[in-house]
């Protein structure tokens, strides 16, 4: 038996004698896992970390050197949580489907789309202007199954919000279509050819 796994079996021991794993003090009604001094000391540990992976310009998560989100999508600024794409695609998979161990999946549907937009066929980077999107959404009973996700434009899932597929298909070609009928008016010019016009009837 080595060192780490008679660590784990004594943490586990004092585990069940409801005692910190880290300084074995009893667990008192408020604590969790660790006592509230120790729980304070890793935070402030992991912070620290944080800031110091930060100065550094690598993965604030792993260390990793090779960062795929310098700059935040949405403000178009300098990301202050700077992460590699698998620490990235992690994140994305705990926020989207309630657990970060979906990121492989996630990185296979994204070449399975050969990094384009599932509605626009747009070039997509993950961490720059990839965003992961329910075909069906959570608002209208979808679920998280791989079929009912695609990586689309960040711009896009914005736009398409709470709508199914087929409701933001609908709403696009309305949308068009009020515009080539204005001809282009308003400062917005129209250069869709007569072909795309008609397709859209």
């Known amino acids: 038996m080595n060192r780490n796994q008679k660590a784990k079996i004594y943490r586990l021991h004092l585990k069940e004698q409801n005692r910190c794993p880290n300084c074995a003090r009893q667990l008192g009604k408020d604590d969790n896992v660790k006592c509230k001094r120790c729980l304070e000391l890793t935070r402030s540990y992991a912070k620290h970390k944080r800031i110091d992976r930060q100065k550094q310009g690598?993965?604030?998560?792993?260390?990793?050197?090779?960062?795929?989100?310098?700059?935040?999508?949405?403000?178009?600024?300098?990301?202050?949580?700077?992460l590699c794409?698998?620490?990235?695609?992690?994140?994305?998979?705990?926020?989207?489907?309630?657990?970060?161990?979906?990121?492989?999946?996630?990185?296979?549907?994204?070449d399975k789309q050969d990094k384009k937009c599932f509605y626009t066929g747009v070039d997509m980077t993950i961490g720059i202007n990839a965003s992961l999107d329910h075909k069906i959404p959570k608002a209208k009973k979808g679920n998280n199954d791989i079929e009912n996700l695609?990586?689309?434009?960040w711009k896009i899932n914005l736009m398409?919000?709470?709508?199914?597929?087929?409701?933001?298909?609908?709403?696009?070609?309305?949308?068009?279509?009020?515009?080539?009928?204005?001809?282009?008016?308003m400062g917005l010019p129209i250069s869709l050819k007569p072909e795309a016009t008609r397709s859209l009837a």
């Open 58 to 82: 690598v993965c604030t998560s792993c260390g990793n050197q090779k960062i795929c989100n310098n700059i935040n999508i949405h403000t178009n600024k300098p990301s202050k949580n700077l």
């Open 85 to 110: 794409e698998v620490c990235y695609l992690k994140l994305v998979s705990k926020h989207h489907l309630g657990t970060s161990t979906r990121w492989v999946e996630l990185r296979e549907l994204f």
């Open 150 to 153: 695609c990586w689309v434009d």
């Open 160 to 185: 398409k919000r709470d709508l199914d597929m087929n409701e933001f298909v609908v709403l696009c070609k309305k949308v068009i279509s009020h515009r080539i009928a204005l001809g282009g008016e």
